[in-house]
């Protein structure tokens, strides 16, 4: 009896240790690390080009934009990062829209948004900024926890673009991780406490088909690919730990209402990436956002589509031109 106990109680080690230092690391994998989506993998791959809304356009002089290519580095951990800058039309403009792409994509997914530049005159308001942030396009390949990083590279952004541009104050506009990330720039208090000790300011968020509840939304696609919620649970508390215990965070109903910027968010109910129904749950009854909704329209594919693209590019236009 005493050695059936000690080998049962072997066996439990094992399985326990098997657990932690196996299983677990894999499912938090599943979280933070995906496919770094560079230039030459999406320009030689017809879906993904269509994807992106990609046709022969593939820089901003391709819209009529002169633009410099920009290198530089994350803020704490000396990833290389790679931006396009395109000045404003007219001479003096103090202010830049920051366009931040989501997970497994890069700046070329957010370049067509440059037609709607050009079409409103966005330009004579506003310099542009279109980052590839870490792990994306022509930005060093790394790992990203659901936007906690993508912040740090957004902050980033803005620095070098003081440094290099003089220039202080931004709007965001994010997509899906990148609204998320968006978001948390303006909350994590570490980014917070950068952003005022070197002026730098966000004046608005725009935020489309966002990713609004990290936890809740992978939860959701847990369930599609049958992750038990005890594994589940488990792997989120190994995330949670490599984002300083900032999960509970990471939600609109926080971030949105910590940090009362106007917010304007585009999304579709059609959605099955970044759900409506917890979108809506998340920014219920929030007084500075503004929400628009895309009957039937799926995850950052609402501008590409013709019976949405002028009713989504008016509101863009309308909430950038606010006071």
Do not use: C
């Not at 800058?85 to 957010?110: C, D, F, M, W």
């Not at 330009?123 to 790992?143: C, H, M, Q, W």
């Not at 910027?261 to 998340?282: F, Q």
């Amino acid at each position: 009896m005493k050695i059936f106990l000690r080998v049962l109680i072997v066996l439990v080690l094992v399985v326990v240790a098997g657990f932690y230092f196996l299983v677990k690391p894999y499912f938090v994998g599943l979280i933070t690390d995906y496919d770094r989506y560079t230039f030459e993998y999406v320009l030689e791959n017809d879906t993904l080009r269509t994807d992106y809304g990609l046709t022969n356009q593939t820089n901003p002089k391709d819209y009529g934009f002169e633009f410099e290519e920009i290198d530089f580095e994350t803020l704490t951990d000396g990833l290389a990062l790679n931006g396009w800058y395109v000045p404003a039309r007219n001479e003096g403009i103090q202010q830049t829209l920051l366009i931040n792409h989501g997970r497994t994509s890069n700046r070329l997914k957010t370049l067509k948004y440059l037609e709607l530049v050009a079409d409103y005159g966005i330009d004579t308001l506003y310099n542009v900024f279109i980052p590839d942030l870490r792990n994306s396009g022509r930005s060093e390949e790394a790992k990203t926890a659901l936007g906690y990083e993508f912040a740090e590279d957004i902050t980033a952004s803005m620095q070098m673009l003081k440094d290099q541009y003089g220039q202080q104050e931004f709007v965001l506009w994010g997509f899906s991780m990148g609204a998320m990330a968006s978001a948390i720039t303006v909350n994590r208090p570490d980014l917070v406490e950068y952003q005022k000790a070197n002026d730098l300011k966000v004046n608005k968020l725009i935020l489309a088909s966002p990713l609004s509840n990290v936890k809740e939304t992978s939860w959701v696609e847990g369930q599609r690919m049958g992750i038990p919620r005890f594994i589940f649970d488990a792997a989120w508390s190994g995330f949670d730990g490599l984002v300083d215990n900032w999960t509970e965070q990471m939600k609109f109903s926080y971030l949105l209402n910590n940090n009362k910027l106007p917010a304007l968010v585009l999304y579709g109910n059609g959605d099955a990436t970044t759900p409506a129904e917890i979108l809506e749950a998340e920014i219920e009854g929030q007084m500075n956002v503004y929400p628009v909704l895309f009957q039937g329209a799926d995850h950052v594919q609402i501008y590409t589509q013709p019976e949405f693209k002028e009713r989504y590019a008016s509101r863009v236009d309308a909430f950038l031109r606010m006071d």
